[in-house]
C-alpha cells in the first residue's frame, strides 16, 4: 500500500535555527512529489514540485531535495513568518492526478 | 488574478439536511479536485473531474456523496442526508489544461462542515 510519512510530528525552533523536515513515501512509479506549506484555517499553498532524484529547488529560506525513498525541505535561518504545517504529497504513475498526503509537520518557530 | 475560490467558507447543517459546496477553479483551469481534511487527519482525496466529466471518483464515500463540474459554473460537492462524522474542511484544488504529463493543483480556503 502506498505510503506517505511525514517526521517530525511537530518541531519548535529558535529565530535563525536552520533544520530539516523529512517526508518519506513508499510508492511504486512516483510521478512527482509536491511540498505544500498550510497556515491554520487555509488551504494549502504550493511551494515546489519534484520530479526526479538527485533534483533540489528553492525558494527563499526553503529548499527541497527528493531521493528514491525521500524528500528533505530544509529550512535554512528560519523566520517567525514561517511557522506553519508543512505538506508533503505523492502523485503517482498509475492513480491520475490524485494526490496522497502525509499528516504534515507543524512547525513554530519561535522569535 | 484570482485564485480558487470556495464557498461557503463556513458551513452548518443539522443531522439529515443536505450540504452544497461550491468551488469556482482558478481562471484558465479546467480540471477540479475535491480532498477532504478530518480532524486530526491529513488532507484525503475524494473526486477529480473535468467539465462536464468525472474522471476519478476513487475517493468519493459510495452513499450520500455526488460532484459535479457542469459545462458553466462552479463546481458542486453535494452531500445528502448529513451526518456528524461528515464534519471537516473540504478543499478544492484546480489545475491547468495538462501540456505537459506534470501539473501542480492550487487549493481554494475550504470550506468547514460543521454538522449539529
Known amino acids: 500500500e502506498d505510503q506517505v510519512t511525514q517526521s517530525p510530528e511537530a518541531l519548535r525552533l529558535q529565530e535563525g535555527e536552520s533544520s530539516s523536515l523529512n517526508c518519506s513515501y513508499t510508492v511504486s512509479g512516483l510521478r512527482g512529489l509536491f511540498w505544500y506549506r498550510q497556515d491554520p484555517g487555509k488551504g494549502p499553498e504550493f511551494l515546489f514540485t519534484?520530479?526526479?532524484a538527485g533534483e533540489e529547488k528553492e525558494k527563499e529560506r526553503l529548499k527541497a531535495t527528493l531521493t528514491k525513498k525521500e524528500s528533505f525541505l530544509h529550512i535554512t535561518a528560519p523566520k517567525p513568518e514561517d511557522s506553519a504545517t508543512y505538506l508533503c504529497?505523492?502523485?503517482?504513475?498509475?492513480?491520475?492526478?490524485?494526490?496522497?498526503f502525509g499528516e504534515g509537520t507543524q512547525l513554530t518557530v519561535n522569535p | 488574478n484570482a485564485g480558487v475560490m470556495q464557498n461557503p467558507r463556513h458551513l452548518v447543517r443539522r443531522r439529515g439536511q443536505e450540504a452544497r459546496l461550491r468551488c469556482s477553479p482558478m481562471?484558465?483551469?479546467?480540471?477540479v479536485y475535491w480532498y477532504r481534511q478530518l480532524p486530526e487527519e491529513g488532507l484525503k482525496f475524494m473526486v477529480y473531474?473535468?467539465?462536464?466529466?468525472?474522471?476519478?471518483e476513487s475517493g468519493m464515500p459510495k452513499e450520500r456523496f455526488s460532484a459535479e463540474f457542469p459545462k458553466e459554473g462552479p463546481s458542486i460537492l453535494r452531500i445528502q442526508q448529513v451526518v456528524r462524522g461528515d464534519s471537516a474542511a473540504y478543499f478544492c484544488?484546480?489545475?491547468?489544461?495538462?501540456?505537459?504529463?506534470?501539473?501542480?493543483?492550487?487549493f481554494g480556503p475550504g470550506t468547514r462542515l460543521t454538522v449539529l
Open positions: 473531474l473535468q467539465k462536464e466529466n468525472i474522471i476519478d
Open positions: 504529497a505523492v502523485q503517482k504513475e498509475t492513480s491520475g492526478s490524485r494526490l496522497t
Open positions: 481562471k484558465g483551469h479546467s480540471h
Open positions: 484544488a484546480s489545475s491547468p489544461p495538462k501540456r505537459t504529463m506534470y501539473n501542480e493543483q492550487f
Open positions: 519534484l520530479y526526479s
